[in-house]
């Protein structure tokens, strides 16, 4: 397998930009996790799938930011408008249950 | 509410010292902790995962240990070598809500040969 699949890789957007960021996950994994790391705040869980459905949603920030897995091969965290603040590097993992998690290379998102 | 910590936040040490890293969390009430390490620019990959049943789990050069009633779990990485330097993050599956895992803040290793 591939690994966990993540696109693009860098982003770069002004402030105010639509951003869409995407993950295939490994086949056969039934979780799906979307997490963001900065240096201030370290590693933060957004939001979590089991069978495509959203579980937990606790850790989105704000409604500016929104997730979807329209089936079990692909997930997209999109941030409309974006900020500065949104600067991060977006993780995507999938496992399956209680098992390890695979993490995909990471999107670096910068917003200026 | 669970929190994990890990000390110390940075280590560096010469090539072939062995070396333990620590993590500890608040709430013993565990499923399981895995181990992870963080290559600079790069994605997070599991190196052990220890059972909330399990004292310890093995791989090469890497013990870990888990100490669940005093909410402890250390790493211990044997020879070091320069190609061990990266962050390394402990990570603890709370059996009250087993589907994600709480991770710790890591700690950044420089191994200098």
């Known amino acids: 397998d591939a690994g966990v699949i993540q696109s693009p890789r860098h982003e770069v957007t002004e402030m105010g930009q639509e951003v869409t960021l995407r993950c295939k996950p490994i086949?056969?994994?039934?979780?799906l996790f979307w997490y963001r790391q900065t240096m201030m705040r370290g590693l933060e869980l957004l939001i979590y799938?089991?069978?495509?459905?959203?579980?937990?949603d606790s850790g989105m920030p704000e409604d500016r930011f929104s997730a979807k897995m329209p089936n079990a091969s692909f997930s997209t965290l999109k941030i409309q408008p974006s900020e500065p603040r949104d600067s991060a590097v977006y993780f995507c993992?999938?496992?399956?249950?209680?098992?390890?998690?695979?993490f995909g290379p990471g999107t670096r998102l910068t917003v200026t | 509410k669970q929190e994990v910590t890990q000390i110390p936040a940075a280590l560096s040490v010469p090539e072939g010292e062995n070396l333990v890293l620590n993590c500890s969390f608040t709430?013993?009430?565990?499923?399981?902790l895995q181990w992870f390490r963080q290559d600079p620019g790069k994605g997070l990959t599991s190196l052990l995962l220890?059972?909330?049943?399990?004292r310890e789990q093995t791989s090469g050069r890497l013990n870990a240990s888990l100490d669940k009633s005093s909410g402890r779990s250390t790493l211990y990485i044997a020879a070091s070598q320069p190609g061990d330097s990266a962050t390394y993050l402990c990570?603890?599956?709370?059996?009250?809500?087993?589907?994600?895992?709480?991770f710790g803040p890591g700690t950044s290793l420089s191994v200098i040969p």
């Open positions: 993992a999938s496992s399956t249950w209680g098992d390890k998690e695979y």
């Open positions: 086949s056969g994994h039934d979780y």
């Open positions: 799938f089991n069978n495509n459905v959203p579980i937990d």
């Open positions: 709430d013993s009430a565990i499923y399981n």
């Open positions: 220890i059972q909330s049943s399990q």
């Open positions: 990570a603890v599956r709370p059996e009250t809500s087993y589907d994600k895992v709480i």
